[in-house]
């Protein structure tokens, strides 16, 4: 959890220490979140699939360079073996890197550290558990007008202690 915390410290000063020769940007997405449990794997619990909401907030301090930090839940549950599980809350602090290879394509690679929280609902009651772990993914941001990029990644948040959680986002970028 400590360095969890020194991570977002971190980006966080990068990101506000830029602020004023960066530029900033907003962004929200829609997630096609996997997740899956080794401890259940012996039974029909191999994968839930839920659709979250990720929205982040950045900083391109350098052309090829960018911080950011991002914040989501799930906006519609999975439910298996009689429990409902629902992606409570996903945050965490990024880098990307990435190379423009047209003034309309911008492919990148990011990594960071991210800290979920998961509830489970079933007739036994409720419980909740939390994973964090390093992160990283790929992406490109597509060039919709000056300030408005369409933006598709791929992200592995989780793959701790037989947690694995990951996702397909296609979002919406706006430069300020």
Known sequence: MNRFYK????VSLSVLSSVAIADKYAGIGVVKTNYS?????????????LTS???????????????????GSSIKDD????TEIDLASLYGAYIRAGVPITQSIYPYAVAGYTRSSFDYTSSLGDSSESESDVSFGVGVDLRLSDKVLANLEYMNYIDENGAEVNGYQLGVIKYF
């Open 7 to 10: 991570v977002i410290s971190f």
């Open 53 to 71: 909401l990720v929205g982040r907030i950045g900083s391109q301090f350098h052309p090829n360079f960018s911080a950011e930090l991002r914040l």
């Open 79 to 82: 439910t298996t073996m009689g």
């Open 37 to 49: 449990e080794s401890a259940f794997a012996d039974e029909d619990f191999a994968e839930v699939n």
